[in-house]
C-alpha cells in the first residue's frame, strides 16, 4: 500500500513523536504525587525509567502499545506501509525492553510498567485507578513486577470504563 502523505512529510510527523514528558507520563507522575509519592525523573539506570522511586527501590515505564508492540491490544496494528521495517524496529524495542528489564531486576529494581492502552481505548481505566492501584503497589513491596493495561490478550483487566 502506498503511503497517503509524502516520505518527507512521515518523516517530519514521526520525528514530532516525543518519548519523554507525554501528557499520560506527565498526568501519572502528578497523580502519584498527589499521592505522597516522590520521585526522581534523571535516571541513569538502564533503559532510564519515566519515574524513579529510589525509596521504594522501584522503577515505573509508561509504554506506548505501538512503540513497544503490545500484542493482543487494539492500539497495537503494523502499519501497512514498509511492514518488514515496521516488524524488525517493533521486534527490536520488545527485545530492548526484555533486556533492560533483565537488567534491572539483577539490580533488584522493582519494575512497574502502565501500558497506553490502560488510558486510551474501549477498555481504559480511570487515571484515579490506575494511580492508587499503581501507589498501592509501590508501597507494598512484594511482588518484582506489575504491569498495568487495558488488556489481557482480548479480556479487560480490572475495572472498566466504556
Same mark, same amino acid.
Given at each position: 500500500?502506498?503511503?497517503?502523505?509524502?516520505?518527507?512529510?512521515r518523516?517530519?510527523?514521526?520525528?514530532?513523536?516525543?518519548? *519523554?514528558?507525554?501528557?499520560?507520563?506527565? +498526568? #501519572? &507522575?502528578?497523580?502519584?504525587?498527589?499521592?505522597?509519592?516522590?520521585?526522581?525523573?534523571? $535516571?541513569?539506570?538502564?533503559?532510564?525509567?519515566?519515574?524513579?522511586?529510589?525509596?521504594h527501590?522501584?522503577?515505573?515505564?509508561?509504554?506506548?502499545?505501538?512503540?513497544?508492540?503490545?500484542?493482543?491490544?487494539?492500539?497495537?496494528?503494523?502499519?501497512?506501509?514498509?511492514?518488514?521495517?515496521?516488524?524488525?524496529?517493533?521486534?527490536?524495542?520488545?527485545?530492548?525492553?526484555? *533486556?533492560?528489564?533483565?537488567?534491572?531486576? +539483577? #539490580? &533488584?529494581?522493582?519494575?512497574?510498567?502502565?501500558?497506553?492502552?490502560?488510558?486510551?481505548? $474501549?477498555?481504559?481505566?480511570?487515571?484515579?485507578?490506575?494511580?492508587?492501584?499503581?501507589?498501592a503497589?509501590?508501597?507494598?513491596?512484594?511482588d518484582?513486577?506489575?504491569?498495568?493495561?487495558g488488556?489481557?490478550?482480548?479480556?479487560?483487566?480490572?475495572?472498566?470504563?466504556?
Amino acid at each position: 500500500m502506498v503511503d497517503v502523505v509524502s516520505q518527507e512529510k512521515r518523516s517530519r510527523i514521526m520525528g514530532s513523536i516525543r518519548g *519523554r514528558n507525554t501528557k499520560p507520563e506527565i +498526568a #501519572l &507522575r502528578s497523580g502519584l504525587h498527589r499521592l505522597g509519592l516522590r520521585f526522581s525523573l534523571r $535516571s541513569k539506570l538502564p533503559g532510564r525509567p519515566d519515574i524513579t522511586l529510589p525509596r521504594h527501590r522501584t522503577v515505573v515505564f509508561f509504554h506506548g502499545c505501538f512503540w513497544h508492540g503490545h500484542e493482543g491490544c487494539a492500539l497495537f496494528r503494523l502499519p501497512k506501509t514498509r511492514p518488514e521495517f515496521w516488524r524488525d524496529k517493533i521486534e527490536a524495542n520488545r527485545e530492548r525492553d526484555a *533486556r533492560v528489564l533483565n537488567e534491572l531486576a +539483577a #539490580l &533488584r529494581w522493582r519494575i512497574a510498567v502502565v501500558r497506553e492502552c490502560s488510558i486510551r481505548g $474501549s477498555l481504559r481505566r480511570e487515571w484515579s485507578d490506575i494511580c492508587l492501584e499503581l501507589a498501592a503497589w509501590i508501597r507494598g513491596g512484594d511482588d518484582a513486577f506489575m504491569e498495568i493495561s487495558g488488556w489481557v490478550g482480548a479480556e479487560p483487566v480490572g475495572d472498566v470504563t466504556p
